[in-house]
């Protein structure tokens, strides 16, 4: 299981991405299940437009109706434990979106992550695990 930040979902849709390959490889190759939490949803649906078209931004929407990828909607807990985040962590900043990965890592105990953002998640510490695996690496 690992749970997908907007990076790596963008670099699969962008075949011109200098990730796209690594990206694709991972999210091909992963057993899963590949989780997409909602923020990520519209942050992936905005850049793939934006930068790629509408045909990679429904292609996107494709795979989260098929099941290919599993859209994770957040819970009450899960945007309480965002906004603490948030706070916490404003000096990267760590935004919604990025938080919305965290706080659906802890509730489901999965220490990997699918982020191209090492940066500012290596920095985080999560309350299940010491630190997340992130990948690609």
């Keep these: 299981m690992i749970v997908c930040d907007t990076g790596p979902l963008v670099a699969v849709l962008n075949a011109t991405d200098k990730d796209h390959q ?4 991972l999210l091909e190759t992963h057993p899963g299940p590949l989780l997409v939490p ?30 290919e990828l599993e859209f994770t909607e957040l819970t009450v807990d899960d945007l309480a ?22 706080a659906v890592a802890e509730r489901l105990k999965v220490e990997e992550i699918a982020s191209l953002d090492h940066r500012d998640f290596a920095v985080v510490r999560p309350r299940h695990v010491a630190a997340f695996r992130i990948l690609p690496g």
């Excluded at 690594?22 to 490889?25: A, N, Q």
């Excluded at 790629?52 to 292609?59: D, F, I, S, Y």
């Excluded at 404003?90 to 979106?97: E, K």
Aim: aromatic share 6%.
């Design 22 to 25: 690594s990206c694709t490889d």
């Design 38 to 67: 909602s923020p990520i949803v519209a942050e992936v649906c905005y850049m793939a437009e934006s930068r790629v078209g509408p045909h990679a931004e429904a292609a996107f929407l494709r795979s989260l109706a098929s099941g």
């Design 81 to 102: 434990r965002m906004a603490e985040l948030v706070d916490q962590y404003s000096d990267l900043p760590l935004g919604a979106a990025d938080a919305s990965v965290v």
